[in-house]
């Protein structure tokens, strides 16, 4: 009769629509004037969805009927559920149960020890529900709730029947999925300074992490076996990355230490983001803590450099200032930004980038103070990208109508940074339809490692 899946940019309109429709169910109660004044934010939905936040409900004609939308912002071991709706026609056939048991189970598998929500004492569908799904009302004055409570005040719900909840969930067992995060980067300059005797190219660069990147979901086995259970075009199973990382771990862990991966891929392939070398080094992190394997840092991050020289900022998760191949890295501070990144849906291979005759490789070395004064923010690969690659000269022709529009890594996506998040959602709502726009935060902290410490690891 329904399903349930991942939700997606083309279903917001429909999403904010359900919550409308739902909305009428308060005409008449205490709480109508706030809810009638109040409505869900098209640019919070999509920000929740970039993150893998929404899920839908569909009928079996493939039209959303209901959806969730959990809240990650406060971080910590619990997560919130911003908003939970289903269509009023669609009511008493178990959506909002099916909704709220699947959003709950992905929070426990990704480490959370408990979910929080607000609601309203007296209406049926909710504190009711909630509490029939294993909720317990909580002090609402608990400082935890501060920010909660007094927004729900300023917008005019009413104080004496509002409530908040919360829910624990069990701890996970060995043999339970589990959730991990494989966040991508941006390079925010890139400069070559010279070339090895190995052939590695030494560079100059400065790693951005990002709260957006691929998901891999990972189930211990006993037998040894390490087994890939999707399919990606062009990636064999014995050549992906992350096989690779998890087999060489094995050797540090127990007899009969295997994994089955699920990987959820969001990151374009080939787009300069790192999405390969982060599932890579989630691989490493995340089976370090789940085969308790005991190895530092510095041996993962050893292991990492086999499979690729932008694997080791992913194994120590901060955003970074890197020279030699990218592994000697001096973590930076850097200020909260928003970014604009685009995909212009064109492969740029990067070996031919880097055997590129006209490419620059023995540029004069520069400062972090020439970097943090804007001084230094180009990209060496960008000069013989925009020869080449006429979609990704495109993109940046366009992007750069808003601001500095930089290649990141080998390309082929491209980026525009901006002080705020609204300013980003401007842009990214103008993007082409022959392009793909997404708005991410940077962070200087891994989501990753935010992820290991829920799952009881040390970061």
Not at 127 to 153: C, I, N, S
Not at 201 to 227: I, N, S, Y
């Amino acid at each position: 009769m329904f399903s349930i899946q991942r939700a997606n940019h083309s279903q917001i309109g429909a999403l904010c629509a359900i919550e409308r429709s739902a909305v009428e169910l308060f005409r008449g109660h205490e709480a109508w004037p706030a809810y009638r004044a109040i409505e869900l934010p098209p640019d919070l939905l999509a920000d929740a969805m970039t993150l893998g936040l929404v899920w839908v409900a569909l009928s079996d004609e493939g039209e959303p009927v209901g959806f969730i939308c959990l809240d990650a912002e406060e971080g910590g071991d619990s997560i919130g559920i911003a908003e939970i709706d289903v269509l009023p026609t669609w009511g008493r056939r178990g959506i909002g149960a099916a909704l709220l048991e699947h959003a709950c189970g992905w929070a426990r598998e990704a480490g959370y020890r408990s979910v929080l929500l607000g609601t309203l004492r007296d209406v049926p569908w909710n504190a009711p529900f909630y509490a029939d799904h294993g909720f317990m009302e909580v002090d609402k004055r608990a400082p935890e709730f501060a920010f909660a409570l007094q927004r729900d005040r300023e917008n005019g719900f009413p104080d004496h029947l509002r409530v908040f909840m919360r829910r624990e969930l069990a701890p996970l067992a060995a043999g339970d999925w589990t959730i991990w995060p494989a966040p991508a980067k941006l390079n925010l300059f890139l400069r070559i300074t010279g070339r090895r005797d190995d052939g590695y190219h030494e560079l100059q660069t400065v790693f951005r992490l990002l709260d957006w990147g691929d998901e891999l979901r990972l189930r211990q086995r006993e037998d040894g076996q390490v087994l890939r259970l999707h399919e990606i075009d062009g990636v064999p199973a014995e050549t992906d990355l992350v096989v690779r990382a998890a087999r060489l771990l094995q050797p540090h862990a127990r007899a009969g230490a295997g994994v089955d991966i699920a990987l959820e891929k969001r990151v374009p392939l080939g787009g300069g983001l790192g999405g390969g070398s982060s599932d890579a080094a989630t691989m490493l992190v995340a089976l370090n803590q789940l085969w308790a394997c005991g190895l530092s840092v510095d041996a993962l991050v050893e292991l990492g450099l086999q499979l690729g020289a932008d694997v080791p900022v992913f194994v120590r998760g901060r955003s970074a200032w890197a020279e030699g191949i990218g592994e000697k890295l001096r973590w930076l501070k850097l200020p909260q930004r928003w970014y604009v990144v685009v995909d212009p849906h064109e492969h740029v291979p990067t070996g031919e980038l880097f055997q590129a005759a006209e490419l620059t490789r023995n540029a004069p070395r520069v400062t972090i103070s020439s970097f943090t004064s804007g001084e230094t923010a180009e990209n060496a690969f960008e000069p013989v990208v925009r020869a080449r690659h006429p979609k990704v000269d495109a993109a940046l022709n366009w992007l750069g109508e808003y601001g500095k529009a930089r290649l990141s890594g080998s390309g082929a996506c491209v980026f525009v940074e901006t002080r705020s998040r609204d300013a980003a959602e401007v842009i990214a709502e103008a993007c082409p339809a022959s392009f793909t726009a997404r708005v991410v935060a940077g962070v200087n902290v891994s989501p990753l490692h935010e992820a290991l410490r829920r799952h009881g690891g040390r970061a």
